[in-house]
């Protein structure tokens, strides 16, 4: 018991010594560093700041990075692009595959292996709705993303093929008058 006694507080004096030492040293080069180094510093030591593509600055405490969830979206050469889309139960499933895999092998961006996946995903209450899942080259994400949803409407417009929206039918029954 006695050693603990001598242990802790030459422990606690050492770690306060060697905490000083380097806060001094820190400070030393913070003191001959341009902003811009002391505010990737202070990013390092207290919290990363990371822009967003529309320019907002988030603030990431080192902490949340330490126990948190980190997703890296650029880290593969190749994603998959992840789309639904909803047609009317009227309409050819069929007919609507075929459509889907036209437009795509009209784009070259969309890779061939691995294949595109196109399938019926479920019925809704609205629509049945297929997924859409092609490969493409991770900088091309974005603009396939984007132009294969407005391509699709299109293609959907001029084959006849629907895509519903939610609606409720309402029935107003008048009481009988006694």
């Not at 030492?21 to 505010?39: A, E, G, Q, T, W």
């Not at 998959?80 to 895999?101: C, E, N, P, Q």
Request: overall charge neutral; some cysteine.
């Amino acid at each position: 018991m006695h050693n603990k006694l001598i242990y802790k507080p030459v422990y606690w004096q050492v770690y306060k010594s060697c905490l000083s030492i380097f806060l001094l040293r820190l400070l030393y080069y913070v003191k001959n560093m341009s902003p811009d180094k002391v505010h990737c510093l202070m990013a390092i030591l207290m919290a990363i700041e990371q822009f967003t593509p529309d320019n907002k600055s988030i603030v990431i405490p080192n902490s949340q990075l330490t126990s948190g969830t980190i997703t890296n979206f650029t880290a593969k050469t190749e994603r998959r692009v992840d789309l639904t889309f909803g047609v009317s139960y009227s309409d050819d499933i069929d007919k609507v595959k075929a459509v889907i895999r036209e437009v795509m092998a009209e784009d070259d961006r969309i890779l061939p292996e691995p294949a595109p996946v196109v399938g019926l995903m479920s019925l809704g209450e609205s629509s049945v709705d297929f997924v859409v899942r092609p490969w493409v080259k991770s900088e091309n994400y974005w603009p396939v993303l984007f132009d294969l949803n407005e391509r699709m409407k299109k293609r959907f417009d001029a084959e006849g093929i629907s895509i519903p929206f939610p609606q409720r039918d309402v029935h107003i029954i008048e009481k009988a008058k006694v």
